[in-house]
């Protein structure tokens, strides 16, 4: 027999192998993390993912407050809805400036409640600020706020064994002139993972529980400072 012909057989063994280690480790690193214990250290991972992976958000702030602050998303059932209202010649400041940017679905955005505001931003394709859209307090207490489940979008590029770290997400819904905005609130910052860390499982499940904590904490605060929005 050719020897070449076992070259695949014993790929695909050794890659067997490797994902059972590898699966052995998870486990193991995972029941090291107690989130209980993380979340009792929010104020201390809020501060330290404002100095470093998130910093740019005090920048775009200009130095004002941060409450709170986590990952956001557009849903995609809101394009046409925004754009169609753009196109009808509503002039809007919010509705035009989230109409540009849910060209761009794919870009990452965030959510930072500072005082009574509730600050959107959008970035570009490298990450730089796009849109900056400032939600006030009129308009966040006419506001609605409903459970929306796991992501959908990203349903379909992670595998079901990777649902527990795929973001939960809350739906507001504002009232901008008569006409309905709904945008997606995580429950947890996105984490994408350093290729210098691809095989230390125990620091990723210790960084993704940071992401989390700080993550969780921004709906119960907003709804601290905003009562009206239980919810639905």
């Known amino acids: 027999m050719n020897p070449l012909f076992l070259i695949p057989v014993v790929l695909i063994i050794a890659g067997i192998a490797f994902m059972i280690i590898m699966n052995k480790k998870h486990k193991t690193a995972e029941s090291e993390i107690d989130l209980d214990s993380e979340r009792t250290k929010y104020h201390q991972y809020k501060q330290e993912l404002l100095a470093q992976d998130f910093s740019k958000l005090a920048e775009w702030l200009k130095g004002k407050q941060i409450d709170a602050f986590t990952s956001a998303s557009v849903p995609q059932s809101t394009t046409s809805k925004v754009q169609e209202l753009v196109t009808d010649g509503i002039k809007n400041v919010a509705l035009s400036a989230i109409g540009l940017k849910l060209k761009r679905v794919e870009t990452e955005c965030f959510w930072a ?15 730089e600020l796009d849109e900056h859209i400032v939600f006030d307090n009129f308009r966040i207490e006419k506001a609605r706020l409903q459970y929306g489940g796991i ?5 379909g590029v992670y595998s ?11 739906v507001i819904t504002f009232d901008i002139d008569g006409s309905l905005l709904a945008l997606e609130i995580h429950d947890r910052l996105n984490y994408m993972v350093d290729p210098q860390d691809m095989l230390n499982l125990k620091k990723q499940l210790k960084t993704r529980a940071k992401h989390q904590v700080v993550g969780e904490n921004f709906v119960k605060i907003l709804q601290d400072k905003f009562p009206s929005l239980k919810v639905a």
């Open 160 to 170: 079901r064994l990777s649902e527990e770290y795929l973001p939960k997400i809350h």
């Open 113 to 127: 409640l500072s005082g009574s505001d509730l600050h959107f931003f959008s970035t570009d394709t490298v990450g």
């Open 151 to 155: 992501l959908k979008s990203q349903l």
